[in-house]
């Protein structure tokens, strides 16, 4: 039962689940016991919130000795782990993947209703936690599956935080509203905390030289690292691997003479500092923070990380060889977060265990490699040179060593003075991550073909003029198991039907088989019928939760991903206002008008002002276009709030044309883009990130590409752009920005979005106002298309076909090959 992918070297071990593990008889046993001896309620007395949590458990009871074995071969087998370090995770809801992966989705939904409940009430009391802001948290969320269903031992190492991404609401005049996500109110039945296993993480103080010349650092304060260990179950594989959230607890260390001077707070202080640690996620997206408390986060997992890794794989070992350590396991720092693991790998191996510069240098290169995920300068972290010394003193030293060591490597290679002073990792007063994590890694890779070239030509061209052998690409991808087995079942059904199995869900690229079918109308014709119902239900899902009242007959159109300048939700919001207008003035007939109702979903970040202004401008545009009577049944405009992993479930499968409209050259790569096509959407977009790549498989005459492209949007830079003459030379364009400014989306205050209007006519950095006649003109042959609703939907089952590309598990075959060098476990 051995599958393999199509022209790859790495073979996938297909272990079939056992089919009935138990029956459902059994499976509703094992929940009355969970009941009653874990939650202590009789069934009678149970809530769908009970039974969550029982059936939880017992699902995770029945992964228990694969992850027991997994954990074993891990460390006694002759094949290399994996290390993923990264500050979010964002795993989306956790009960119906591990019943997917356990085979045991049918049992539950039997057993449940035995017991006398319903499954969709069961299901909805799990609360989604929310560990990660967008792409990359997700990505690392996905790729963590797919290693699992590889059957790759690995590890995810990050954060448990107490306070996930903030809730989203809207107040009464359609502004963001964050409150906070405390997601372990109830009971959390997946984490399993394990306060046997902690490390301990150490902070400020001073650095001491040692008579023998070495050093010494002595800590003001420290942290108690414990880890909640959540079980990652592959698909088919037989293999649960592990995904450790460190979670920042004090240490009994209560100052007693602050208390005998009845100084209660005081006493307490150090206890809430350090259990601060954990307490929140930043809410920033490929966007700028420099906190203290997130570098006291980042070095807190991190460290724990690395001290946790040499205790699993040299277990009792006082002084293991840590050369070997390369060959247990690689790191991949997941963007610049952990990259603070380079020096303090170094420091662990100097300080802690003895060994010279050049030893620690030659383990720590060989241990880690960098993924980077932005092209935008900003989002690359650097720290203050002060702050690092005063929080991580023995770290600053380090850096400051490596980089001198760097000078003198660059000078031997001949690298000119200047170039060698723009490469500096540690500048005197600052720390660049991103460079230090190309010097002190193996590979540094960017996340789509055109995001690693633009990585190679402009961000990183230094480095890769003299170190062009680091440089690779790996395009990202999704799993198939959650984005389109979990999230559309009448989808994968029509697949199963199509190719006449079900093997597409552990090798994506069989999705090519349905090709041919896209000739067949009557299959055609079925997968109309597939989303014209996913759009029935997600109708009613959005009645359900948000009381919008949809109509499925009109197209759906999506943008959902974060709010942020270079996504360009202007382009689309300033669209639909000209829309608006054509409709409402007679200016567009009628009957020539295609229905259309507008989805936008997007967390802003909330110190992020125009970001906010904009979700603030989108809500009423939709309040006046869903009450103006002469759009009705033509245009209609919904924003549902707190967008996340759940939503995005619902809403993907049941769109028809999908938004990727960021300005080329800026979006990394996209994840969304490739939800959307294996779910049978049309793609609106740029050649940017992985639209470019998409578009190439699926075919340029089933993809609606529009606007500038990489190369002349820096002809444009270079030339000075100027918005205004966009505004001056498009009637459409100037109406629709003189409606934002006019009041007639603020009740006819003419300063509510100013700052907006002043910023499109002035600056507008992602050339909005530049892109927006061709957006417009691509919209009329969209609308074309999908009056013709069998081409319209042969095109988009070309786009299932065609983007099996795009599953993780094919990412993750090529950071095996190209960066990890290490294959799945032998059964
Ligand atoms: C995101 C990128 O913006 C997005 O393009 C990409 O698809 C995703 O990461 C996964 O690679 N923070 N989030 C991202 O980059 C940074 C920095």
């Not at 991404?165 to 109830?186: M, S």
């Not at 948000?546 to 360009?568: A, C, I, Q, S």
């Amino acid at each position: 039962n051995t599958g393999t992918y199509p022209g790859r070297k790495v073979r996938m071990t297909e272990i079939t689940a056992p089919k009935s593990p138990v029956t459902a008889e059994q499976f509703a046993d094992e929940i009355r016991e969970q009941l009653k001896y874990t939650q202590n309620v009789t069934t009678e007395q149970a809530t769908p919130a009970d039974v969550y949590v029982a059936a939880s458990k017992a699902v995770r009871n029945h992964l228990a000795d694969s992850w027991f074995k997994t954990q074993a071969d891990t460390v006694n087998g002759n094949t290399k782990a994996v290390g993923y370090l990264s500050a979010e995770f964002l795993m989306g809801k956790q009960l119906r993947n591990a019943l997917l992966n356990a085979g045991l989705t049918e049992q539950f939904d039997k057993a449940v209703e035995a017991l006398g409940f319903k499954v969709q009430d069961v299901v909805d009391a799990e609360y989604e936690p929310g560990l990660g802001n967008g792409g990359l948290g997700r990505l690392a969320a996905c790729f963590i599956d797919s290693l699992a269903s590889l059957g790759v031992p690995a590890f995810g190492y990050g954060i448990q935080y107490k306070y996930g991404i903030f809730k989203q609401e809207f107040d009464k005049d359609g502004k963001q509203v964050e409150t906070p996500d405390y997601w372990l109110a109830n009971e959390e039945p997946w984490g399993h905390i394990d306060y046997n296993r902690d490390q301990k993480v150490s902070f400020g103080g001073k650095v001491v030289e040692n008579a023998d010349g070495t050093k010494t650092w002595q800590p003001a304060w420290s942290v108690r690292a414990v880890p909640v260990d959540y079980l990652v179950p592959g698909y088919k594989s037989g293999r649960v691997n592990t995904l450790r959230l460190w979670s920042a607890k004090s240490y009994d260390e209560f100052d007693l003479l602050a208390f005998n001077r009845s100084e209660y707070m005081e006493a307490v202080t150090p206890q809430v500092k350090a259990e601060n640690i954990s307490k929140i996620l930043y809410p920033e997206d490929s966007t700028k923070v420099g906190k203290e408390l997130r570098l006291e986060q980042q070095y807190f997992f991190v460290s724990a990380s690395l001290h946790d890794a040499i205790r699993v794989f040299y277990p009792g070992q006082d002084k293991p060889d840590l050369t070997t350590f390369p060959n247990k396991i690689v790191f991949q720092l997941n963007d610049t977060h952990p990259v603070i693991g380079i020096p303090e790998l170094m420091r662990i191996l100097i300080d802690e265990y003895g060994y010279d510069w050049d030893t620690a240098w030659s383990i720590t290169t060989k241990t880690f490699n960098y993924t980077c995920h932005t092209l935008l300068p900003e989002a690359l972290e650097v720290w203050p040179a002060s702050l690092i010394g005063e929080l991580l003193p023995r770290h600053l030293e380090i850096i400051e060593k490596i980089n001198a060591q760097f000078e003198d490597e660059l000078k031997s290679k001949g690298v000119d003075k200047n170039t060698i002073k723009d490469m500096a990792i540690y500048t005197g007063d600052a720390v660049r991550m991103a460079y230090l994590a190309t010097y002190g890694g193996s590979h540094v890779n960017g996340v789509a073909e055109l995001h690693s070239q633009l990585l190679k030509d402009v961000t990183l061209k230094n480095f890769s003029d003299v170190y062009p052998d680091k440089f690779t690409n790996v395009t990202n991808g999704v799993t198939p198991r959650r984005f389109v087995k979990l999230a559309n079942p009448r989808l994968s059904d029509l697949i199963t039907e199509g190719l006449g199995t079900d093997k597409w869900l552990s090798d994506l690229e069989m999705l090519k088989g349905l090709e041919p079918l896209a000739k067949d109308d009557e299959f055609v014709k079925k997968f109309a019928a597939v989303k014209k119902a996913n759009k029935v239900d997600f109708a009613a899902y959005a009645k359900r939760e948000y009381g919008f009242e949809l109509d499925p007959n009109t197209m759906f159109n999506t943008m959902v991903k974060r709010l942020h300048e270079y996504k360009r939700q202007s382009l689309k919001i300033l669209s639909v206002i000209s829309t608006y207008a054509d409709i409402k003035s007679g200016k567009v007939k009628a009957e020539d008008v295609t229905p259309r109702t507008v989805f936008f979903g997007a967390k802003a970040a909330p110190g992020y002002y125009l970001a906010k202004m904009t979700i603030q401008l989108i809500n009423n545009v939709s309040r006046v276009v869903n009450n103006d009577p002469d759009v009705k049944g033509k245009l209609a405009v919904y924003f549902p709030w707190n967008y996340n992993v759940r939503l995005a479930q619902h809403l993907i499968p049941a769109t028809d044309l999908d938004e990727q409209i960021s300005q080329a050259g800026k979006e990394a790569s996209g994840t969304g883009n490739m939800k959307f096509a294996l779910n049978g959407a049309m793609t609106v977009g740029t050649l940017d990130g992985a639209n470019v790549e998409i578009r190439e498989r699926v075919g340029a005459e089933n993809f609606f590409l529009f606007g500038m492209t990489v190369d002349e949007v820096e002809k444009k830079y270079a030339e000075g752009y100027n918005p205004a003459s966009y505004y001056e030379a498009d009637p459409r364009l100037k109406h629709a920005i003189d409606m934002v400014a006019d009041g007639t989306f603020s009740n006819g205050d003419r300063n509510a979005y100013s700052p907006l209007v002043a910023d499109w006519l002035t600056k507008d950095w992602f050339m909005t106002l530049a892109d927006f006649s061709a957006y417009m003109d691509i919209q009329s042959e969209i609308e074309a298309l999908y009056a013709d609703e069998l081409e319209w939907n042969r095109k988009a089952l070309l786009n299932v076909a065609n983007s099996g590309y795009f599953s993780s598990d094919r990412s993750m075959e090529d950071y095996l090959e190209r960066i990890w060098h290490t294959a799945p476990l032998a059964d």
